[in-house]
């Protein structure tokens, strides 16, 4: 018995009222069964990581947000044969331009690349991120010098340039009356044993630049390409009238 207003057994409620009363507080407890959502991230949309009760609501606390990545670049794009294995080092960032942890990728490289050539790395997303990426590199010939340029005959160049046979094909020789080569014609000389040129039919009494520079074809997703040196210093020389 409780006791309410108007209640006429007040002694009976008093004596019951006297007595321990014990009120079950545990019907909306329960044990946490925490479950963990995993949602990776990729170039386009949000990642997440959170741990909630499936009775109760999301634990906003325990959420952790992966931005999609933006930004893959290798440390260097262009090198120039020296012989040596060429790795490059590679930089992921988010959208916030914020650098992503190594551990969420792994980078392969080509299985050997040190010779003249274009070469591809494959940067493949995991963990909190996902989605595949590549990126390529090129490794130039090494580039030669002039050795002089002359002029022997009337409107007439002779170019002689120091052999470099190693991972080239051959080389090309630039010649021009203007010192930043507008206007420039080239000339290609297919073995890389030859190492000199003559140019005729040039216009007599009149100073010409020149500048050489090497080249080796090598075969990019099946056709034939040529990849180039960077080219010499010029030397000038004023044609026989």
């Not at 409107?155 to 930043?180: F, N």
């Amino acid at each position: 018995h409780l006791l309410f207003p108007g209640n006429n057994h007040k002694e009976d409620d008093a004596e019951e009222l006297s007595r321990p009363l014990t009120v079950n507080v545990n019907a909306l407890v329960h044990k946490h069964n925490i479950k963990t959502m995993n949602v990776v991230a990729t170039k386009e949309d949000f990642g997440y990581t959170a741990k909630y009760c499936t009775y109760c609501t999301l634990d906003d606390e325990s959420m952790q947000t992966y931005f999609p990545y933006e930004t893959v670049k290798l440390s260097k794009t262009s090198y120039t044969y020296d012989g040596k294995e060429k790795k490059p080092g590679v930089t992921v960032t988010d959208v916030l331009d914020q650098p992503i942890s190594k551990s969420e990728y792994t980078v392969t490289y080509p299985k050997s690349a040190k010779n003249v050539g274009k070469y591809t790395v494959t940067i493949k997303f995991k963990n909190h991120y996902a989605g595949t990426e590549k990126r390529t590199f090129t490794i130039n010939p090494k580039g030669t010098s002039l050795s002089k340029v002359t002029s022997p005959k009337k409107a007439q160049l002779k170019v002689t340039w120091k052999k470099q046979a190693t991972q080239t094909t051959g080389y090309q020789v630039q010649y021009s009356t203007s010192s930043k080569f507008k206007s420039a014609k080239t000339v290609t000389i297919s073995k890389n044993k030859t190492t000199s040129k003559s140019v005729s039919k040039l216009s007599a009494k009149k100073k010409y630049y020149v500048r050489v520079r090497t080249y080796k074809t090598v075969k990019i997703g099946g056709k034939s390409v040529k990849l180039y040196s960077g080219w010499s210093k010029a030397k000038s020389v004023t044609t026989k009238k």
